[in-house]
């Protein structure tokens, strides 16, 4: 099983966050490297799924008055996704072999 | 980092809280709440960036939910859970097949079914195109509600819908606000001629606002302007009344096609009539005509349009059904404003002239569309009303039916839910099945739906507006789609929810009296229902039926047996005066008594039932009796002295009117009818008395009056509706009063058509310009007039002996499924001795007791809704005979529905029916 397009970048910039991945880090993260409009919803229905898969792991943090008192939720990438990010690195990779070149003078 | 103590909607968050799952809530509030605290922006621009992020979030979450919870429950993969389409659409091609075979294993249920629903389908679809196309859909003007046609009515004369004079409409245009527009539109028919065979049109002169008020452009030129209006000096009238410089003329769609084939060069063109030339400067839109009430329908017929050529002043209204005036109601005014002013203009009129006064001079404006379906809105709706309760009887089948197969199929579904079959697979088997017999059930009743428009089309009575156009269009379709799926409800859920009882342990246990009880008995009040439905069916029917009746034996006065009409309309241009006119129609008649079969010859105007509405009325006062009885109507009609002789007009005293009488220079006579006669002169003494007769006719100024000598009483005839007396008819011979219009009434000696190309020929030796316009039997219009009940009758009829049908087919599917169910009871009953009378009667008093419940509820329904709706629908609410009727019919076909599973009691053997269970 490969990961789709957007759960790839949301578990990569966990990693890219490392103990700040939080909510509103991973959306800025994602929008500022990929300058893609990231939906709220979407990302965190991504996110519960992904832990729902076991992908990644979250931790409650702690709470500030300027979050009216609710606690961040971090999220860390598991062994799993770990596996499953390289598995697909390796794989795109395989398939980008030797038509680089020929893609770039095409662009 | 933000010292500005911007509060977030407190709402937003509140709703989110309800709406997000509890694992995310805090987190994903929280990261909200802090972006909200970095925006940076104050105020309501951030609350607003709040709520529309609240509620996309609690959009996208709710819809997650649901579809998790969607997924759950078939058991397919949800959200992001691992999912193989494949094997999905393996999954619903094999439900796809089972529910096809399954249904394909019961064809007589299928079948049944199919055709059933079908019949619902098709006639409900049919009528509600026609209800919708002929009375909703508005007509092609711009804004139509706002026009309205406005009638003289004239309260002195007891007329209600003559047409407005020109003079009148001139004054209108002059001096009303509260309409922006007041146009006059009459028609004449001509032969055109000059290019090709010369064609018979109808021509329609109006005043040059008349598209731009009805708001039509041209397909192609363009539109009549007041620059346009060719005015001819009146004085000309009597000597050669045409215009030198051409008429501008706007040709119809239809026309343009005919005779032109839709060339564009036509524009330009000139084209002849009667010594008149016409320039083309336009081509209405496709499909345009004007709509009118069925007694204006010369108006709506027309080819081609022209500006009148004389001041609307001299505008002398022709043949009444020949005549209107529209206006169209002034942006922003109501139409009681306008109604108001009308009123206080026709007051000033009638306080300015003493003829205006003399007939109560009054303007009454009606919008337009209600005028032109009044007469079939009440019809209609009732058969709308009609059809839906065949509908429901036929639905009301199906779920009997779909009930029935449930309790066969008890174990079946029993056994699968007890093997693990979720309630939503079963579910979803019964939507599929129930998809398949409507959408099946849909495909027949479209084409019983497009048959049924086409024989409506074609059979359909002519005075429904717009009939011919009719076609199964989008909405119908649209109309079709939403019943069936409306079907697929009703037929799918029922096993669905008898799923939902199904106990495995009592079905599979061998027992399940309770539930079987109770599906008897909703099927019990099905039944009653369906019976209840026909039996109102049956007395709309039986009600319309003695309408017929009542038409058919009414005595019009006269005799059409072996009678041809012609009618002749004498174009003016070619005819302006009313000697010249007289000299033709007499000419004409003279010729026309000679040719070979003819007997005798005679003319009146207009026919009787020809859909024209009375000529035209006048006061009469009996000379002897001026202070007793002062000012009456009646209505007076130009006739050829032939006229009463030729269709069969008993004379009752004196004499008929001879030529003699329609020699020029004679004094006036006339012959009244048997009802003037005996009022004016109880005594009998009619003949030889006098009646004053006042002008505008004899060639008499309005306000003028002669005394004419009354010579002979002939029989009433009626001419509009052969079940209603007409208001009293004086004859007059034609001379004095010569219009366009004469409709010659020929007595054949064998087939009336037999001598129509004889009538073709004298006229066209007599006038070769002049256009014969229906040359057809006497026979036909009487017949038309019955056309419209005789219409209604067939379709109710139609729809009365389905519905009973069908609730016959309901009462013997429920005894049947009754006598099976108790088998195990009947056999124990006959080993114990019971006599097979006993056990007929039984199953018979079952099914009667059930139809007699059902036409008590129907009579009740149909009893209760006729008499409130009866003058909605212009009928007659059904009396008691038709009531019996319909019950000694109910309790008929419900016995034989009943008897046949009455056998089927009798015949259980015991041992069998004990070892069954």
Redesign the interface.
């Known amino acids: ?1 490969f990961l789709g397009e957007f759960e790839q970048m949301v578990l990569l910039s966990i990693v890219q966050l490392g103990d700040e991945a ?3 880090k991973v959306r800025e993260e994602i929008e500022a490297r990929t300058g893609r409009d990231v ?4 990302l ?2 991504t996110l ?2 992904i832990e ?2 076991g992908l990644v792991t ?1 931790v ?1 943090g702690d ?2 008055a ?3 008192g ?4 971090y999220f860390a990438v598991s062994p799993a996704g770990m596996e499953a990010l390289r598995a697909s690195r390796k794989a795109l990779l395989n398939l980008w072999t030797g038509i680089e070149e020929a893609l770039s003078e095409q662009l | 980092m933000n010292p500005r103590p911007v509060r977030p909607p407190v709402v937003a968050v509140w709703l989110l809280e309800r709406l997000l799952p509890r694992s995310a809530r805090d987190a994903v509030i929280g990261d909200l709440l802090e972006e909200f605290d970095d925006l940076g922006v104050g105020g309501v621009p951030a609350r607003r960036w709040f709520w529309a992020q609240a509620l996309r979030l609690g959009g996208r979450y709710s819809w997650f939910r649901l579809s998790t919870r969607f997924a759950r429950l078939t058991g397919r993969p949800g959200w992001g859970e691992p999912s193989d389409s494949a094997a999905r659409m393996r999954g619903a091609a094999a439900e796809f097949k089972l529910a096809l075979r399954r249904l394909a294993h019961q064809p007589a249920f299928t079948t049944t079914a199919v055709v059933t629903l079908g019949l619902g389908i098709g006639a409900t679809t049919a009528v509600f195109s026609v209800v919708d196309q002929v009375l909703l859909e508005p007509f092609p003007y711009r804004n139509p509600a706002r026009l309205v046609i406005l009638w003289n009515r004239m309260t002195e004369r007891s007329i209600e819908r003559a047409a407005l004079a020109g003079p009148d409409v001139r004054y209108l245009q002059d001096n009303v606000t509260n309409l922006s527009g007041v146009v006059s539109i009459f028609a004449t028919s001509t032969n055109l001629t000059g290019e090709g065979k010369p064609v018979e049109v109808v021509l329609s002169w109006v005043t040059p606002n008349f598209f731009e008020v009805l708001g039509v452009d041209p397909v192609i030129g363009r539109n009549f302007r007041a620059s346009d209006q060719v005015l001819v000096d009146p004085g000309v009238f009597e000597g050669q009344a045409t215009s030198e410089r051409p008429l501008p003329t706007i040709l119809s769609h239809s026309m343009w096609l005919r005779r032109y084939r839709a060339d564009p060069a036509v524009i330009g063109r000139l084209l002849h009539a009667n010594g008149q030339t016409f320039r083309v400067i336009g081509v209405a839109q496709r499909g345009f005509r004007l709509h009118m009430p069925p007694d204006r329908d010369v108006l709506a017929e027309a080819d081609l349009w022209t500006l009148w050529p004389f001041p609307l002043a001299d505008m002398a209204p022709g043949p009444d059904g020949s005549m209107v005036a529209l206006g169209r109601l002034a942006t922003g005014t109501s139409l009681e404003e306008a109604q108001g002013e009308l009123d206080n203009l026709t007051a000033a009129r009638r306080g300015s002239s003493p003829g205006h006064a003399a007939v109560g001079f009054t303007i009454e404006a009606v919008p337009l569309v209600t005028e032109t379906v009044k007469h079939v809105t009440g019809p209609l709706m009732g058969l709308f009303a009609a059809v839906i309760l065949v509908l429901l009887v036929a639905a009301i089948n199906v779920a009997g039916l779909v009930l029935a197969r449930g309790t066969s199929r008890g174990t079946e579904l029993a056994l699968r839910t007890a093997l693990g079959g979720s309630r939503w697979h079963l579910l979803r088997q019964g939507m599929l099945e129930a998809l398949f017999i409507s959408v099946a059930g849909a495909a027949v009743g479209l084409v019983l739906a497009s048959l049924g428009l086409e024989v409506i089309r074609t059979t359909g009575p002519l005075t429904v507006p717009r009939l011919d156009q009719l076609s199964l269009d989008v909405r119908a379709l649209g109309f079709g789609a939403g019943l069936t799926g409306v079907m697929t409800l009703v037929v799918g859920l029922i096993p669905a929810l008898q799923v939902s009882h199904t106990s495995p342990a009592a079905t599979l246990g061998g027992r399940a009296p309770y539930r079987r009880r109770r599906l008897a008995s909703s099927r019990r009040v099905l039944v009653v229902l369906q019976v209840a439905a026909s039996v109102m069916l049956l007395v709309g029917a039986g009600a319309v039926l003695k309408q017929f009746a009542r038409l058919i034996d009414a005595d019009p006065g006269f005799s059409s047996e072996d009678v041809l009409t012609l009618r002749v309309a004498l174009p003016f241009f070619a005819y302006p005066t009313m000697t010249s006119r007289a000299d033709f129609f007499d000419r004409l008649s003279d010729s026309l008594q000679a040719v070979p079969g003819v007997e005798q010859v005679g003319g009146v105007t207009p026919v009787p039932f020809s859909g024209d509405s009375e000529n035209a009325r006048s006061t009469y006062t009996a000379e002897d009796a001026l202070e007793e009885w002062g000012d009456r109507i009646a209505i007076y009609r130009p006739i050829m002295p032939g006229f009463h002789a030729s269709v069969g007009v008993a004379l009752i005293a004196g004499r008929l009117l001879t030529n003699a009488d329609n020699a020029p220079g004679t004094d006036p006579v006339v012959v009244v009818d048997r009802r003037l006669g005996e009022s004016l002169w109880p005594d009998g003494m009619a003949v030889g008395n006098s009646l004053w007769v006042l002008g505008p006719h004899f060639g008499l100024q309005s306000g003028e009056r002669v005394l004419a000598e009354v010579v002979g009483v002939v029989d009433d005839v009626r001419y509009t509706d052969p079940t209603r007396d007409d208001p009293s008819t004086v004859y007059v011979p034609h001379r004095f009063w010569s219009g366009e219009l004469m409709d010659y009434t020929i007595r054949t000696s064998g087939d009336p058509l037999s001598v129509a190309a004889g009538v073709r020929s004298v006229v066209a030796r007599l006038d070769p310009e002049l256009p014969i316009r229906d040359l057809r039997p006497l026979g036909d219009f009487v017949s038309a007039a019955k056309a419209p009940t005789r219409f209604v009758l067939t379709v109710l009829a139609a729809f009365a002996a389905v519905a009973l049908l069908l609730s016959a087919v309901g009462l013997y599917g429920l005894l049947v499924f009754s006598v099976r169910r108790r088998t195990h009871e009947l056999g124990i009953r006959v080993a114990l001795g019971a006599e097979p009378t006993r056990l007929v009667g039984m199953v018979l008093g079952e099914g009667l007791g059930l139809a007699v419940v059902g036409l008590a509820i129907g009579a009740a329904l149909a009893f209760g809704l006729t008499t409130a709706a009866a003058p909605l629908f212009a009928a007659q609410p059904a009396d008691p005979p038709v009531y019996g009727v319909v019950a000694v019919l109910i309790v008929l076909v419900a016995g034989l529905a009943s008897a046949i599973p009455a056998r089927w009691a009798t015949s259980v053997d015991p041992v069998t029916a004990l070892k069954a269970e």
């Open positions: 099983m939080y909510g509103v939906a709220r919803g979407a965190y229905t519960d799924r729902a898969k979250s409650t709470s500030t300027e979050r009216g609710r606690p961040r939720r």
